[in-house]
């Protein structure tokens, strides 16, 4: 019985074969194409790409909006910058704070400091206001662009614009200061009073 079991099974092999190896309908088939062997990299932001419009800010856009409150850089072009928290601001309903200084002024340090170190005032910058530092230096003091907004009499100073980039106040922060830092009561008024309503 195993034997021709066997026998049975091996027939059964040998017509599902046959059935495999009939010729089928006509089929062009295109040349093999090379394989692709270049290295691959994931996709990285690159924030000198502008924010696109829209409403989800895609990780091009975060990286550009980042860039605007890393530092005061020279090169940086603030005309550029502008435009890039115009459409974030546009997008988040949120105001644009310009924060004009340099990475040689102590009292922009301690600002910085500041607002990073308290969680109430980190929260409603970044829920009300698109931060952006415009470099004022030796190595480029960005007069053309500053020249648009009433002239700054100490650094850091502070500039709030509408979403569409309109002048809606101009802060001289040490009407802010308390001893060698910051009064947060005051510096929350402030942030309260120009936040969008």
């Known amino acids: 019985m ?90 988040g309903n949120k105001r644009i704070i310009l924060d004009v200084g340099g990475e040689w002024c102590p009292w922009c340090h301690i600002l910085d400091k500041f607002v990073e170190g308290d969680a109430e005032v980190r929260r409603l910058r970044d829920a009300n206001y698109v931060w952006m530092k415009v470099n004022y230096s030796d190595d480029n003091e960005n007069a053309a662009f500053l020249s648009q907004y009433p002239e700054v009499k100490g650094y850091p100073h502070l500039f709030v614009l509408d979403a569409e980039g309109g002048l809606l106040h101009s802060q001289f922060t040490g009407e802010l200061e308390k001893g060698k830092g910051y009064d947060r009561a005051k510096f929350l008024a402030f942030m309260k009073e120009w936040a969008p309503r």
Request: aromatic residues 2%; glycine residues 4%.
């Open 2 to 91: 195993r034997k021709s079991a066997g026998w049975m099974s091996m027939g059964v092999l040998a017509v599902a074969l046959a059935a495999c190896s009939q010729p089928g309908p006509e089929t062009s088939q295109a040349p093999a194409q090379p394989l692709d062997t270049r290295p691959t990299t994931a996709p990285a932001a690159d924030p000198s790409v502008p924010v696109a419009s829209g409403n989800t800010p895609a990780a091009a856009d975060i990286a550009a909006i980042a860039a605007l409150n890393a530092s005061f850089d020279p090169a940086r072009n603030p005309a550029d910058d502008l435009e890039t928290a115009k459409v974030e601001a546009q997008r």
